[in-house]
């Protein structure tokens, strides 16, 4: 294997590079495969295992049988381009233009891939909350920049001001801002948020964010960044099909941002995929127009999920810390007396056939202590499962 590459700088930037210089598989993909080899209920991988609304499925099978199967427009049908600006319309009052501030991409991922790629040249700095989704710092360091975080610490999960500011400096590129953030559940708060706008102002720094549950919050509603003053020509929004209409396998991203930012995204992810998902993006337009009632019911049925799950680990003795959406809720393994959430994953097939991911995963090591006892586990899944995981989960209950 060659030694030197930008490949290495994305294992380093994802925290897989180990000391002998040889990366490791994701978290992810450990802990699957260790669900897999054990029969436990694998609630690490963060991906629903029931359809989403019928009739967005329906319209992919009907686009496919009607023979749109060859590339799409480069940016994206203009179905899809119209519903995602009706979309942010409706919900949020921003006004897009589906023709020049509309590109759809392979999932959220590529979009954030061609942005930073797109943006960020090697010395620049980009910041991110920490614990932060692996692919970020495995983009920041591909694309040659430097990855700053600013912590959210536990309980809440909110940072702080101070630590915020101190992480914006001359050399600022970007900030990327996930909220829902993964892993934590949280929703940053508008406060928050005006932080950063002001930050960016005075750095000139490019507002990237990822929104991927954004229909997927509870009692807490998110707030684009992009409805801030100030944001508006500086904010680059990514959000997806996936989380919403549990079709993560279609890989349907979308940004919108002003025309000259999408014209510079443009010119990297056309060397990218080029295009995708001809017969899925049709559909992801009619989920879209669905009715808002079907959206409040998607997240009410992912609350009552997380109940189901949140009892059953707070009768296994876990605390619990409850997010404002998203797939995950992360529990505090310290009332049981394990210290090391890893070393818990790795023994929690064998105690109790659960599998889950230890939240130090999207930590960097040398800031791991503040998050070492806990772990995320997905409820995205159907009851039946979670039921079944809270039973499981029960036998620990004796250890506290």
């Known amino acids: ?54 009739v967005v499925l329906d319209a992919a099978v009907e686009a496919i049988r009607q023979g749109v199967n060859q590339y799409p427009p480069g940016r994206g049908t203009p179905g899809l381009r119209a519903a995602v600006a009706e979309h942010q319309s409706h919900w949020y009052g921003i006004d897009v233009d589906p023709e020049r501030d509309v590109l759809v991409t392979a999932g959220a991922t590529e979009a954030l891939a061609a942005t930073l790629l797109a943006f960020v040249e090697p010395g620049d700095e980009v910041v991110t909350f920490e614990p932060f989704y692996d692919a970020y710092g495995a983009l920041i360091r591909l694309a040659g920049g430097t990855h700053v975080t600013v912590p959210l610490t536990a309980p809440d999960f909110l940072p702080d001001e101070d630590t915020l500011r101190a992480a914006f400096s001359d050399r600022t590129r970007v900030v990327l801002v996930n909220t ?11 406060e928050v948020l005006a932080t950063v706008v002001e930050l960016a102002e005075r750095y000139d720094a490019l507002i990237v964010t990822d929104e991927v549950y954004e229909h997927l919050t509870f009692a807490t509603p998110h707030v684009p960044i992009a409805t801030l003053p100030g944001a508006g020509e500086r904010t680059v929004t990514i959000s997806s099909a996936g989380k919403t209409f549990s079709t993560t396998g279609w890989k349907i991203g979308w940004l919108t941002a002003a025309p000259a930012l999408v014209e510079a995204i443009v010119s990297v992810k056309q060397y990218l995929t080029f295009v995708n998902g001809a017969p899925f993006q049709p559909a992801v337009a ?41 797939y995950f809720v992360i529990a505090d393994t310290a009332p049981l007396g394990h210290e090391d959430a890893r070393a818990f994953c790795l023994r929690l097939p064998e105690l109790a056939g659960v599998v889950g991911v230890p939240v130090s995963a999207f930590v960097r090591p040398e800031h791991a202590s503040g998050y070492r006892s806990l772990v995320r586990f997905a409820f995205c899944k159907r009851r039946s499962v979670l039921a079944e995981a809270a039973t499981r989960l029960a036998a620990l209950a004796p250890a506290r």
Do not use: C
């Open 1 to 54: 294997m060659h030694r030197t590459g930008p490949w290495l700088r994305a294992a380093e930037g994802a925290m897989l590079l180990g000391p002998d210089g040889v990366p490791a598989p994701t978290v992810f993909a450990e802990m699957s495969a260790l669900a897999a080899a054990t029969g436990a209920v694998n609630l690490g991988q963060g991906f629903p295992d029931e359809d989403g609304p019928a």
């Open 180 to 190: 829902p953030h993964n892993p934590t559940g949280r929703v940053l708060p508008r």
């Open 286 to 326: 009619v989920g879209l127009r669905l009715p808002d009632e079907v959206f409040h019911g998607i997240a009410q049925d992912l609350a009552a999920k997380h109940d189901l799950l949140a009892a059953g680990l707070r009768s296994a003795g876990f605390d619990v810390l409850r997010p404002d959406g998203g």
